[in-house]
Structures are given as C-alpha cells and as structure tokens.
C-alpha cells in the first residue's frame, strides 16, 4: 500500500470517527417513566385524561425516542402511543416543571402541549391534528 492510500484510509477512519462522536452527542440518555399526577382533567391527542396519576414514558428509549406511551399507573391500560416531536426545555421552564398546556377551548380540558423529563434537556411536544 503506497503513502496515499494509507493517508487516505487514515482520513476516512477519522472522518467516519467523528461522525460516529456527533451523533453520540446529540442523542440523549433515554428517560426514566415518570408518574404525573394530574387534580383536573387533561388531554392529549384524541383522549383526555380525568383527574389522577399516570404513567408517561419513551415506548422505545433505545431504539426510537419519538414514541411516547402515557399508560394507567398500574401499566394496564395505554391512553396514548404516539409519535412526538423533540423540542428544547425553555430556559424559562423550571427543573420541577414537567408538561406544558396549550390552550383550551371552552370548557374542555386543556391539551398538554409537551412533557419535560426532569433528566433531559429537551422534551416531547405531541402532535396535534
């Protein structure tokens, strides 16, 4: 193998290192479920919760962190499995602060806008139609 070759090889193996340390980088370490207690009733898309605690949580954390299942405290009954979108934690949204509301119409119970683990910089927001 002549001098270029090697060189080449040697770039690509660098080149391939690096991509390898950005997108390690830019996926988080999965979240922990995490039980959300709610006094009035809330919504997500298509059903709404009444008044209770509730079990939110990554289906996938490993292989596919867009999917979020929010589920009864005891595991046995799934409200909701669904493709999020990632957004960042506002710089305003307190560590303690988990879920944000968008706006409700009417009487209807509000919609959570995006759930915040508290061992994650970023969040998920659901998707609304």
Known sequence: MNRRTKGFLVGLVLAASAAATVLAESWEPASSPQYITFSR???????????????????????????????????????????????????????????????????????????YPPDLDSGRQFIYR
């Not at 046995?76 to 710089?91: D, S």
């Not at 509301?101 to 995006?114: D, K, Q, T, Y």
């Open 41 to 115: 009733a809330v919504a997500l898309p298509g059903v709404e919760l009444a008044a209770g605690t509730y079990l939110f949580e990554l289906a996938a954390p490993t292989t596919d962190p867009t999917v979020v299942r929010v589920s009864s405290r005891d595991r046995r009954h799934v409200y909701l499995q669904a493709f999020t979108y990632r957004v960042r934690r506002p710089e305003t949204l307190q560590k303690d602060e988990i879920v944000t509301f968008g706006e409700a119409r009417g009487a209807a119970a509000p919609p959570i806008a995006a759930w």
